[in-house]
Protein backbone atom coordinates (compact mmCIF):
# COMPACT_ATOMS: atom_id res chain seq x y z
CA UNK A 1 0.00 0.00 0.00
CA UNK A 2 0.64 3.62 -0.19
CA UNK A 3 1.28 6.24 3.00
CA UNK A 4 1.89 10.01 2.46
CA UNK A 5 2.78 12.58 5.24
CA UNK A 6 2.63 15.83 5.33
CA UNK A 7 2.32 18.81 7.58
CA UNK A 8 -1.62 20.20 7.86
CA UNK A 9 -0.67 23.72 8.03
CA UNK A 10 2.24 25.94 8.08
CA UNK A 11 2.65 30.00 8.69
CA UNK A 12 5.29 32.01 7.01
CA UNK A 13 5.85 36.12 6.33
CA UNK A 14 6.00 37.58 3.13
CA UNK A 15 9.44 37.59 1.54
CA UNK A 16 10.91 34.69 3.62
CA UNK A 17 11.69 31.14 2.49
CA UNK A 18 9.43 28.23 3.71
CA UNK A 19 9.58 24.39 3.83
CA UNK A 20 7.20 21.49 3.12
CA UNK A 21 8.16 18.30 3.83
CA UNK A 22 6.31 14.81 2.77
CA UNK A 23 7.47 11.31 3.45
CA UNK A 24 5.73 8.97 1.46
CA UNK A 25 6.00 4.74 1.77
CA UNK A 26 4.78 2.72 -1.23
CA UNK A 27 5.62 -0.19 -3.35
CA UNK A 28 7.61 0.42 -6.71
CA UNK A 29 7.91 4.31 -6.84
CA UNK A 30 6.85 6.47 -9.98
CA UNK A 31 8.13 9.88 -9.18
CA UNK A 32 6.67 12.43 -7.06
CA UNK A 33 4.43 15.16 -7.80
CA UNK A 34 3.50 18.83 -5.68
CA UNK A 35 0.43 20.55 -6.47
CA UNK A 36 -0.53 23.73 -5.72
CA UNK A 37 -4.30 24.10 -4.91
CA UNK A 38 -6.07 27.70 -4.13
CA UNK A 39 -9.24 27.80 -2.12
CA UNK A 40 -12.26 26.87 -4.55
CA UNK A 41 -9.60 26.50 -7.38
CA UNK A 42 -8.53 23.26 -9.28
CA UNK A 43 -4.89 22.15 -8.41
CA UNK A 44 -2.35 22.95 -10.50
CA UNK A 45 0.82 21.14 -11.41
CA UNK A 46 4.21 22.59 -10.00
CA UNK A 47 7.08 19.58 -9.87
CA UNK A 48 7.80 16.35 -10.74
CA UNK A 49 10.93 14.44 -9.21
CA UNK A 50 12.14 11.11 -10.08
CA UNK A 51 15.83 11.34 -9.37
CA UNK A 52 17.31 12.32 -6.31
CA UNK A 53 18.02 15.85 -6.20
CA UNK A 54 17.13 19.21 -6.25
CA UNK A 55 15.23 20.64 -9.03
CA UNK A 56 14.79 24.44 -8.96
CA UNK A 57 12.16 26.05 -10.77
CA UNK A 58 11.94 30.02 -10.45
CA UNK A 59 11.10 30.80 -6.88
CA UNK A 60 9.91 26.75 -6.01
CA UNK A 61 12.29 23.51 -5.77
CA UNK A 62 11.74 20.21 -5.15
CA UNK A 63 13.60 18.02 -4.03
CA UNK A 64 13.70 13.90 -3.47
CA UNK A 65 15.40 11.55 -1.17
CA UNK A 66 14.35 8.09 -2.58
CA UNK A 67 16.18 5.77 -0.07
CA UNK A 68 14.73 8.43 3.13
CA UNK A 69 11.06 8.49 1.31
CA UNK A 70 11.42 11.95 1.60
CA UNK A 71 10.77 14.76 -0.21
CA UNK A 72 10.54 18.65 0.20
CA UNK A 73 9.26 21.64 -1.31
CA UNK A 74 11.19 25.21 -1.09
CA UNK A 75 9.23 28.37 -1.74
CA UNK A 76 11.65 31.54 -1.80
CA UNK A 77 10.81 35.03 -1.24
CA UNK A 78 7.17 34.03 0.03
CA UNK A 79 4.43 36.50 -1.88
CA UNK A 80 0.89 36.60 -0.36
CA UNK A 81 -0.21 34.93 -3.63
CA UNK A 82 1.28 31.63 -2.64
CA UNK A 83 -1.31 31.23 0.17
CA UNK A 84 -2.89 27.82 -0.93
CA UNK A 85 -2.95 24.08 -0.26
CA UNK A 86 0.21 22.25 -1.24
CA UNK A 87 0.00 18.78 -2.16
CA UNK A 88 2.34 15.84 -2.38
CA UNK A 89 1.30 12.84 -4.41
CA UNK A 90 3.10 9.57 -5.32
CA UNK A 91 1.03 7.15 -8.54
CA UNK A 92 0.80 3.44 -7.76
CA UNK A 93 1.47 1.06 -9.88
CA UNK A 94 -1.61 0.92 -11.61
CA UNK A 95 -1.41 4.71 -12.60
CA UNK A 96 -3.55 5.80 -9.72
CA UNK A 97 -2.30 9.05 -8.40
CA UNK A 98 -2.11 9.33 -4.53
CA UNK A 99 -2.57 12.28 -2.52
CA UNK A 100 -1.15 13.36 1.15
CA UNK A 101 -3.68 15.13 3.29
CA UNK A 102 -2.36 18.83 2.35
CA UNK A 103 -0.31 21.43 3.60
CA UNK A 104 -2.26 24.76 4.06
CA UNK A 105 0.08 27.53 4.12
CA UNK A 106 -0.72 31.12 5.21
CA UNK A 107 1.74 33.48 4.10
CA UNK A 108 1.27 36.65 6.37
CA UNK A 109 2.62 40.57 6.10
CA UNK B 1 -5.45 24.71 -26.00
CA UNK B 2 -3.98 23.40 -22.63
CA UNK B 3 -7.11 23.62 -20.61
CA UNK B 4 -9.87 21.12 -18.94
CA UNK B 5 -13.53 22.82 -19.27
CA UNK B 6 -16.02 21.57 -17.16
CA UNK B 7 -19.51 22.41 -17.14
CA UNK B 8 -21.94 23.24 -14.79
CA UNK B 9 -19.67 25.56 -12.21
CA UNK B 10 -22.15 25.15 -9.84
CA UNK B 11 -25.31 22.77 -9.35
CA UNK B 12 -28.04 22.47 -7.26
CA UNK B 13 -29.99 19.50 -7.19
CA UNK B 14 -32.53 17.59 -4.77
CA UNK B 15 -32.02 13.80 -4.08
CA UNK B 16 -34.60 12.53 -7.06
CA UNK B 17 -33.40 15.00 -9.37
CA UNK B 18 -31.09 13.57 -12.53
CA UNK B 19 -28.20 15.88 -14.02
CA UNK B 20 -25.10 15.52 -15.49
CA UNK B 21 -21.82 17.19 -14.78
CA UNK B 22 -19.30 17.41 -18.32
CA UNK B 23 -15.89 18.18 -18.96
CA UNK B 24 -14.19 18.27 -21.89
CA UNK B 25 -10.20 18.59 -23.32
CA UNK B 26 -8.68 19.18 -26.75
CA UNK B 27 -5.13 17.92 -25.68
CA UNK B 28 -4.98 14.99 -27.36
CA UNK B 29 -4.70 13.03 -23.60
CA UNK B 30 -6.15 9.76 -23.74
CA UNK B 31 -6.39 9.41 -19.88
CA UNK B 32 -9.63 11.35 -18.35
CA UNK B 33 -10.40 11.31 -14.67
CA UNK B 34 -12.98 12.13 -12.17
CA UNK B 35 -12.45 13.33 -8.65
CA UNK B 36 -14.29 14.02 -5.83
CA UNK B 37 -13.13 16.69 -3.00
CA UNK B 38 -14.47 17.72 0.25
CA UNK B 39 -13.36 20.59 2.02
CA UNK B 40 -9.81 20.71 3.26
CA UNK B 41 -9.68 17.25 2.10
CA UNK B 42 -7.40 16.26 -0.81
CA UNK B 43 -9.27 15.06 -4.01
CA UNK B 44 -10.62 11.56 -4.27
CA UNK B 45 -10.44 9.64 -6.90
CA UNK B 46 -13.59 8.25 -8.14
CA UNK B 47 -13.36 7.03 -12.03
CA UNK B 48 -10.38 6.85 -14.48
CA UNK B 49 -10.78 6.20 -18.26
CA UNK B 50 -7.95 5.33 -20.77
CA UNK B 51 -8.72 5.07 -24.48
CA UNK B 52 -12.30 5.66 -23.65
CA UNK B 53 -12.41 2.55 -21.79
CA UNK B 54 -13.36 2.72 -18.10
CA UNK B 55 -9.59 1.37 -16.27
CA UNK B 56 -10.51 2.39 -12.81
CA UNK B 57 -13.74 2.49 -10.42
CA UNK B 58 -13.04 3.40 -7.16
CA UNK B 59 -16.08 0.92 -6.01
CA UNK B 60 -18.33 4.40 -6.18
CA UNK B 61 -22.11 3.87 -5.25
CA UNK B 62 -23.78 3.34 -8.39
CA UNK B 63 -25.84 6.69 -8.35
CA UNK B 64 -22.63 8.13 -9.87
CA UNK B 65 -22.19 6.88 -13.48
CA UNK B 66 -18.87 8.19 -15.58
CA UNK B 67 -19.38 8.04 -19.66
CA UNK B 68 -16.89 8.86 -22.34
CA UNK B 69 -18.65 9.61 -25.36
CA UNK B 70 -15.24 9.93 -27.11
CA UNK B 71 -11.46 10.80 -26.06
CA UNK B 72 -12.34 14.93 -25.50
CA UNK B 73 -15.55 14.30 -23.67
CA UNK B 74 -16.25 12.70 -19.99
CA UNK B 75 -19.19 12.64 -18.16
CA UNK B 76 -20.57 12.30 -14.78
CA UNK B 77 -24.53 11.44 -14.36
CA UNK B 78 -26.02 11.62 -11.33
CA UNK B 79 -28.93 10.30 -9.86
CA UNK B 80 -30.40 10.03 -6.50
CA UNK B 81 -27.57 11.54 -4.63
CA UNK B 82 -27.59 12.47 -1.08
CA UNK B 83 -26.58 15.71 1.03
CA UNK B 84 -23.61 13.83 1.79
CA UNK B 85 -22.37 13.58 -1.86
CA UNK B 86 -22.32 17.49 -1.74
CA UNK B 87 -18.44 18.03 -2.55
CA UNK B 88 -16.38 19.66 -5.49
CA UNK B 89 -15.96 17.60 -8.14
CA UNK B 90 -13.02 18.08 -10.70
CA UNK B 91 -12.40 16.18 -13.71
CA UNK B 92 -8.36 15.73 -15.07
CA UNK B 93 -6.54 14.53 -18.11
CA UNK B 94 -3.12 12.75 -18.87
CA UNK B 95 -1.38 11.83 -21.89
CA UNK B 96 -1.94 8.27 -20.64
CA UNK B 97 -2.64 6.08 -17.67
CA UNK B 98 0.79 5.74 -16.27
CA UNK B 99 2.39 7.30 -13.17
CA UNK B 100 4.87 10.03 -14.51
CA UNK B 101 2.31 11.72 -16.46
CA UNK B 102 1.20 15.15 -14.95
CA UNK B 103 -2.16 15.48 -14.83
CA UNK B 104 -4.18 18.63 -15.76
CA UNK B 105 -7.34 19.92 -13.66
CA UNK B 106 -10.43 21.49 -14.26
CA UNK B 107 -11.90 24.10 -12.44
CA UNK B 108 -14.49 21.70 -11.04
CA UNK B 109 -18.18 21.81 -10.62
CA UNK B 110 -19.50 22.66 -7.26
CA UNK B 111 -22.55 20.12 -6.56
CA UNK B 112 -24.44 21.14 -3.09
CA UNK B 113 -27.54 17.86 -3.00
CA UNK B 114 -30.66 19.53 -0.81
Known amino acids: GQNIDQPTEMTATEGAIVQINCTYQ??????LFWYQQHAGEAPTFLSY????GLEEKGRFSSFLSRSKGYSYLLLKELQMKDSASYLC??????????FGQGTELSVKP | DTEVTQTPKHLVMGMTNKKSLKCEQH?????MYWYKQKAKKPPELMFV???????INESVPSRFSPECPNSSLLNLHLHALQPEDSALYLC?????????????FGAGSRLTVL
Open chain 2, 49 to 55: YSYEKLS
Open chain 2, 27 to 31: MGHRA
Open chain 2, 92 to 104: ASSQALSGANVLT
Open chain 1, 49 to 52: NVLD
Open chain 1, 89 to 98: AVPNQGGKLI
Open chain 1, 26 to 31: TSGFNG
